[in-house]
Nanobody
Framework: QVQLVESGGDSVQAGGSLRLSCAASGHLPDLYGMAWNRQAPGKEREGVACIDTDGSTKYADSVKGRFTIAEDSDNNALVLLINDLEPGDTGMYYC???????????????????WGQGIQVTVSS
């Protein structure tokens, strides 16, 4: 089992920045990858950034150049740095983890087994 707890959500102005963090605990050596997903109001949850244990990363087209996903190994945490926030970034942000090996479609939310409770990010124009 793996437990995930997100923090860092906030209400910010467009153009601002945020640092989201996901504290991970449990059977961490079993994991092959982690991700951040976003669920905008009235929309389905979607993967926006992911990182595998080999360090490779992927980003959704809508966030490339503005979002950076990284591991904070010292603190067993996953970090999402968000720059140049847009109103379209508003939503619930969920941390996720998987133990299903190295896969091609690592942004797809259905590939993730463990989920945090989510945190709210609100961006006003």
């Amino acid at each position: 089992q793996v437990q995930l707890v997100e923090s860092g959500g906030d209400s910010v102005q467009a153009g601002g920045s945020l640092r989201l963090s996901c504290a991970a605990s449990g059977h961490l050596p079993d994991l092959y990858g982690m991700a951040w997903n976003r669920q905008a109001p009235g929309k389905e949850r979607e993967g926006v950034a992911c990182i595998d244990t080999d360090g490779s990363t992927k980003y959704a087209d809508s966030v490339k150049g503005r979002f950076t996903i990284a591991e904070d190994s010292d603190n067993n945490a996953l970090v999402l740095l968000i720059n140049d926030l847009e109103p379209g970034d508003t939503g619930m942000y969920y941390c996720a983890a998987r133990d299903n090996g190295f896969i091609a479609d690592s942004l797809r939310r259905n590939n993730y087994k463990y989920w945090g409770q989510g945190i709210q990010v609100t961006v006003s124009s």
